[in-house]
Every structure is written in C-alpha cells, then in structure tokens.
C-alpha cells in the first residue's frame, strides 16, 4: 500500500512556490509581450539595417543562458546598490529574456501581412497608426500566436532558474520538501502534476483562439 | 479634375515613368493600355500617393498629391483605388470591410455607415454575403467587394488597377459589369486594364503606355480602328 508523510500543509507550501512561479512568470510575460511588441514594430519601422543596435542587444538576451543572465543581473543590482529584492531582479531578466523572443514574434507577425493588403488598407484613408491596430494588429497576432503561447510556456518552466535568486518558486520548494521528507519520486510527481495544471490552460486556450479564428481566412 | 503633369518616376536605375502628361475631366472615363514594365500601374498608385514621384505633379481638384503639406490621408478619401489583388481583410466581414474605413476615416456612426455598406454591397451584387467571411467569396465577390470598399468612401475619382487580372476567365465579366455600371453612372475613372473589348465599350479615351511613355491617346474608336503610333499598332494586333 501505498504511504506518504507529506501532509496538507506540505502541499499547500507546495502551491505556494507555484503561486510565486505564477507570479514571476505573469509579470515577465506581461512586460516581454509589451517590450517585445514595442521593439518588433520598431525592427519593421526602421528596417534590418537601422535595427542592428536593437538586434544586437536582444541578440545577447537570447544567447546568452538565463541562469548567467539571472546570476550577473543580481550582483550587478548589488554593486549599482538598486537593492532591488530577488523577485524584481527575476522579474526584470525574465521580461527582458521574453521580450527579446517576443520582438522577433512580433516582427514575424507583422512581415505576414501582405503589403497589398496594408497598401489597400492605407489607401482607403487609414493613417499608420489605424493601419496596425485594425488590420496589421489582428492578423499578425493570428499568425504570431502559436509561437507566443510556446514562449509563455516555456518562460513558465524556465522561471524555475530563479530560485538560484534565493526565491522559492514551485521547484525550489519541492526540492526542500525533498529534502525533508526523503521522498524525491512521489514529491516531483506532484510538481510536475502543478507544472501541467498551469501549463495545460494556457496551452488549450491558445488551441481555442486558433479554431475560433481559423474559418475566418 | 485629375491633372498629370511631366510626371517622372524611377526604381531604381530603371525609369518607369518619363514624362507622363494627361488630364482627366469630372466624369471622364480614361483607360490605360500597354505591355507589362509600360508605367501604367505605377501611374495609378503614384495618383493617390501610395507611391512618391521624382518630378513633375499631380493635382487633384488643384491640391498637389505630393506636395509636403498635403495631407494624404485626407485626399485618399476622395481617391478610391482597387488593385488586381482583392486585398480582402479576411479578419473581418464583407460588411466590416466595407464600413471600417467610413468609420474609423470618416467617424461616420455605426448605424449610418452599415447603411452606406449594405447600399454600396447591393449595388455590387453582394447583398447576401454580408455576414461572411471573405476566404469564403469567389475571387470575382471579392473583387467586388474591394470596389464597394472604395465605394464606401464615396470617393469622386476611382482608380482600377488590373482589376480582373488575377481572377479566372469566367469570373471577369461579373467585375467589368461592375465597372461599366459605375462608368454609366457618370463616375471618374482611370482604369489599367487588358481586357481591350472593355477599353473600346467604356472609355471616353484611350491612352496606350510603352516604356515608361504615353505614346498615344484618343478616342477608342480612333486607338482601335486607326492607330496612328507604330507600336500601339505592334501592341494591338499582338493583343488580338
């Protein structure tokens, strides 16, 4: 038969790690989308070649391991003396991480728009900006979506690096149920179960908005 | 009034307009003939400013379209302009198609801008497709859909670039129906076409383009029966 010494209260500490990783990764997404939409329509705007700064800087973001980023970005808080706390110096790396995938999702979106298209569209009189919020806007997020519900994921699942911040998230709080109770097996079960739980809507209602726009093209 | 003047245009190295001259008068029906690379279609969308100009002007009821002051936005209105493309923006209805620019250009309420759609997609013979999408519609309803968008707008010049290039054979007539009925209602238009049998019907003149130039324009019965410019005559008859 099967036994277990973790308790109620255990996996209520649990949620709670998984309450932070929720958090951490909302406040990233949230603010890599903005940036990320901000500086992908900036790339398009001003073209490959004025962008190469731009590029560049993202360029370090995406290459760079996120533990690295995470690790340099928080002593270098301490010797700028921010004393910003773990959870924004996570929070700012992350969004930073998110938003340079997100710039080349975005700008991905918006070269899928036809140029006869927008062309007929600024020719009927819409300036720039009514040409991206009505027409450029909705059509680039049809085409970007897939690719931003995949970044919004994976950031859920790489948002575990922070715990190296001293935070703890879902899997640093696992880890020290681990540690405590000496039942590794049963323990990441149920971490990854919550993973999945938080995963698993973000990833059907990504799969809802494609059918509910997709007989529209 | 539609005013062309010494309008010079270039790609590049390649110069694709030389010297355009050409008047078009409230009401007048003007076709524009010629092969591929003639300058004809750069023509078109160098009239509304889609397409800036190296020299030369175009007026439009006297307001220069290229000048730094003109507001573009605010002449396209009056400028409607439909491409061999549909250009459908398949995110909306026929229906929202035709009322966002009324709209959102013009601030034209909901009500009054449904109405003005609904008019202008009956006109075209599309008033049972409102509500629906237009990855469902034929290339020519598309099409047509593209005209009553710029119809909308009530535009007191129209531009038709090739309109029936890109649709299949028995799908043109619908389209060129279209544009005699606009034509027969005393519309200004420039039309680029190849369809010649629609050029000769409904065009006060016909203007044929050959490498970058205007090189002959008159009555379609004169064009037609008796060209007088030894290439509209190669043209022609390579056409027939």
Request: proline share 4%; with cysteine; charged share 15%.
């Amino acid at each position: 038969m099967f036994q277990t010494a973790m308790t109620f209260n255990d996996l209520m500490f649990l949620l709670k790690g998984a309450g932070l990783t929720l958090a951490v990764t909302g406040v990233s997404v949230a603010a890599g989308t903005v940036m990320g939409i901000v500086f992908g329509v900036i790339r398009v705007q001003i073209g490959p070649w004025w962008a190469i700064p731009l590029t560049f800087l993202l360029d370090i973001f995406r290459s760079v391991p996120l533990l690295i980023q995470l690790v340099l970005a928080n002593a270098f808080q301490a010797i700028a003396q921010f004393g910003w706390p773990p959870f924004t110096t996570s929070c700012v790396v992350l969004s930073l991480y998110t938003a340079a995938y997100c710039t080349e999702i975005v700008r991905g979106g918006i070269d899928a728009v036809p140029v006869t298209t927008r062309r007929a569209a600024r020719s009927l009189g819409l300036s720039w900006v009514q040409d991206m919020r009505y027409i450029v806007a909705p059509l680039a997020t049809r085409v970007s979506l897939p690719a931003w519900i995949g970044l919004t994921l994976g950031v859920m699942k790489d948002s575990a690096l922070v715990l190296w911040l001293g935070l703890n998230e879902l899997l640093k709080s696992s880890q020290i149920l681990i540690t405590r109770l000496q039942e590794p097996l049963f323990i990441l079960i149920v971490c990854g179960l919550i993973y999945f739980l938080m995963s698993f809507p973000i990833a059907r209602f990504g799969g809802y908005l494609e059918r509910r726009w997709s007989p529209h093209d | 009034m539609i005013e062309i003047e010494n309008v010079r245009k270039s790609f590049g190295a390649l110069e694709v307009l030389k010297g355009i001259d050409l008047t078009v008068a409230n009401g007048e029906v003007v076709t524009i003939i010629g092969g591929s690379g003639s300058g004809k279609s750069t023509l078109l969308t160098c009239i509304n400013g889609l397409e800036p100009i190296d020299s030369g002007r175009i007026l439009i009821d006297g307001t220069e379209v290229h000048a730094r002051a003109t507001n573009l936005n605010k002449l396209r209105q009056n400028v409607g302009i439909v491409f061999q493309q549909f250009n459908a923006f398949p995110h909306l209805t026929v229906l929202d198609n035709v009322m966002l620019a009324p709209r959102k250009v013009k601030g034209v309420p909901r009500a009054e801008a449904e109405a003005m759609a609904v008019k202008q997609l009956t006109h075209v013979g599309l008033a049972d497709k409102l509500r629906v999408y237009p990855g469902r519609l034929s290339g020519g309803q598309q099409q047509r859909m593209a005209i009553a968008r710029a119809l909308a707008m009530e535009p007191a010049y129209m531009l038709f670039d090739e309109v029936t290039s890109a649709l299949d054979p028995q799908l043109v007539g619908e389209v060129l129906d279209t544009l005699k009925m606009l034509a027969e209602e005393g519309m200004t238009m420039i039309c680029v076409t190849h369809e010649m049998s629609f050029a000769r019907d409904v065009s006060d003149r016909v203007a044929f383009f050959h490498q970058g130039v205007m090189a002959e324009i008159g009555s379609p019965d004169q064009i037609f029966g008796a060209p007088q410019n030894g290439e509209t005559q190669k043209f022609l008859s390579s056409v027939r």
